[in-house]
């Protein structure tokens, strides 16, 4: 049974900074490609950033320099560390294994930024 547990959102002012964890089961995480992906009211779900197998990283033009992901394959998990968050990226935050035709998501964790 596939797992991805997301935590780590909350509220938090304009400016400041969260840490997001998602932790990852049932799945051998190292062959996956890892996203944060996130979806706020009334829009579509958008990618946030992606890790790949390999450790190569991509992202949002709108979180370019603001947002990092990281994976570790020790822990089986991937991480979103974001800084100087704006009420815009007020959202569902969630978690996304890929590989090949193959992807599973978690629940997500909420965002929101006041302020």
């Known amino acids: 049974q596939v797992q991805l547990v997301e935590s780590g959102g909350g509220l938090v002012q304009s400016g400041g900074s969260l840490r997001l964890s998602c932790a990852a089961s049932g799945i051998i995480f190292s062959i996956y490609d890892m996203g944060w992906f996130r979806q706020a009211p009334g829009n579509e779900r958008e990618l946030v950033a992606r890790?790949?197998?390999?450790?190569?990283?991509n992202y949002a033009d709108s979180v370019k320099g603001r947002f990092t992901i990281s994976r570790d394959n020790a822990k089986n998990a991937v991480y979103l560390q974001m800084n100087s968050l704006r009420p815009d990226d007020t959202a569902v935050y969630y978690c996304?294994?890929?590989?090949?035709?193959?992807?599973?998501w978690g629940k997500g964790t909420l965002v929101t930024v006041s302020s």
């Open positions: 996304n294994a890929v590989r090949q035709i193959t992807y599973y």
């Open positions: 890790v790949t197998s390999g450790g190569s990283t």
